[in-house]
């Protein structure tokens, strides 16, 4: 009878070395591929700010070049349109975030700093639009911290004008650096 106990007591040894073993090898499996993940999406983001650096420079010289002012303007439209689609995924990132409550998370605040830079990017070229282009679009910059509970209803409302004025209002969401 000592015998079985003995045996029983190895097996459970060995399966809680086996388990303990196994969930440590899937913890440095996933930090691995968690990293593969984020350099990707250095590069990536590298490669994008590097694009629209080469896109703003090529805007600030549009004014000067032999194109007719309404090829300028389907430049600007089209350098606006590409920046408006790298901010609607970073923004969806940055909200799981903060549904989530990982807002001490280093990638969260990294990507809330380029989110605020590309917002600002976009801003100016909105600006710069509306200036050569004459097009009829209101940019309005609000200002959001996670201590603010008025900035949600902000983005509330500036949503709700957004859907009625469509294309014609930029609403843009800035983080204030806490």
């Not at 440590?24 to 930090?31: E, Q, R, Y």
């Not at 250095?42 to 994008?48: E, G, R």
């Not at 976009?122 to 008025?150: G, R, V």
Request: with cysteine.
């Amino acid at each position: 009878m000592r015998r079985i106990k003995k045996n029983k007591y190895a097996l459970a040894g060995i399966l809680t070395v086996l388990v303990f073993t196994s969930g440590l090898l899937l913890g440095l499996v996933i930090n691995e591929q968690k990293l593969d993940y984020i350099q990707q999406l250095s590069k990536t983001q590298s490669a994008d700010y590097a694009s629209l650096q080469f896109q703003f420079n090529y805007i600030e010289n549009l004014e000067n070049s032999a194109l007719t002012n309404e090829e300028k303007c389907d430049v600007l439209s089209a350098t606006l349109e590409n920046n408006l689609k790298l901010l609607s995924p970073a923004l969806e990132k940055l909200e799981a975030y903060e549904l989530n409550g990982d807002i001490e998370n280093e990638d969260y605040i990294l990507l809330k700093r380029e989110y605020t830079i590309s917002n600002l990017r976009y801003w100016i070229l909105a600006e710069k639009s509306n200036t050569m282009c004459n097009t009829d679009t209101i940019s309005i910059l609000y200002f959001h911290t996670q201590d603010c509970p008025l900035c949600n209803d902000q983005g509330y409302i500036l949503s709700q004008i957004k859907k009625i004025f469509k294309d014609q209002l930029l609403p843009q969401r800035m983080f204030i650096p806490e």
